[in-house]
């Protein structure tokens, strides 16, 4: 029996962005310590944690320094390179352990599990050189995006293709790398189902949410999504077939597309919490930065109930602050709203700042009400939610 690291002890994060910050909040509330390493200072997590460790992740001796130091180590972004994460574990238990990391990091390695595991993804050909090309065109030889295979997250590292025919071009224009081929997928809506696995094995797995995208940036995330019985159970399942079948001690979301037919396909991983779970802080009994300390620490996991019928979520990029500084009180004038603001220093297009919440009697009017939000912390201004 694996014997629980219990508050008052340190936790190591990899990563300083608002991920970190938010697991420290939800650390720190259970009466745990957090340090943080990151290639940064001042950075948001750093900010809120008990000590920052500026230093490179390539820097093994000081990842193994920083590793020794703490009772256990996790990560907030998954593009940590393997051989930190190798060096945190000779030190410290990685939770989730580095072959999850290495797996949902990489899109052929990650496509190759899912296949493993039986779950439904949509037509796909893995380009290791460009002798694997001609088989890919012809595998997926319709409209289709291309995507390399690492260190691609919101849209970076993709392209679409009108056809097969277009492969050597787009893929020679990205810089010939190892890549994923995967069809266009038509589908109904985006889905999203986060859950967290303990040392024990025992699940707590969110109701799905639905989400929407503007620029392959996530916009806005309702819970609970609307989707058919059969669908929300069959997102579930999936979800729950990753977090067992990685053995995964953390929290993981899994991203998907629900099809015209209600059918689900699996469209990606990401080991950590997730954007279109942030709603949890507000809306659930235990958020996803609290289940991911309870669950890296050896804790029992905590309900996932919810403390309203529906919430919405809805992101504020940098675009805001592109005319000067966001009208707050007018946001704020709606006392349901729950507004987060990650701390960064600076405000650039595109960049995530912080999100919105709002709760309501159902997803239509959680929707209406954080939309309704932002639109007044806007005040006129443009930006590419305004698009829609």
Known sequence: MTVPILPGAEIGVLGGG?????????????????AVYAPDDDTPAGQVACREIRAPYEDLDSVERFARSVSVVTFEFENVPGATADAAARH?????????LGTTQDRIREKAALRRLGLPLPRFAAIESSADLGAAAMHVPGPSVLKTAGWGYDGKGQRRLGSGAELRGAWAAMGSPRAVLEEL????????VVGARGLDGSLAIYEPTMNTHVDHVLDVSVFPAPIARRTRDAAIEVARAVLEGLDVVGVLCVEMFERNDGELLVNELAPRPHNSGHLTIDAHACSQFEQQVRSVCGLPLGSTESLAPAAAMANLLGDV?????????AALADPGLRLHLYGKNEARPGRKMGHMTSLGSDAGAAERAVR?????????????????
């Open 18 to 34: 608002q991920l970190g910050r938010m697991f420290t909040f939800a650390a720190a509330r259970l009466g745990y310590r957090v």
């Open 92 to 100: 410290a238990p990685v939770r989730p352990a580095g072959r999850v």
């Open 185 to 192: 997928v038509p589908f109904r809506s985006e889905v999203s």
């Open 321 to 329: 602050w592109s005319s000067g500084e966001p009208n707050w009180p």
């Open 372 to 388: 309704a939000a932002r639109a007044a912390l806007l005040a006129g201004k443009e930006g590419p939610w305004t698009r829609r």
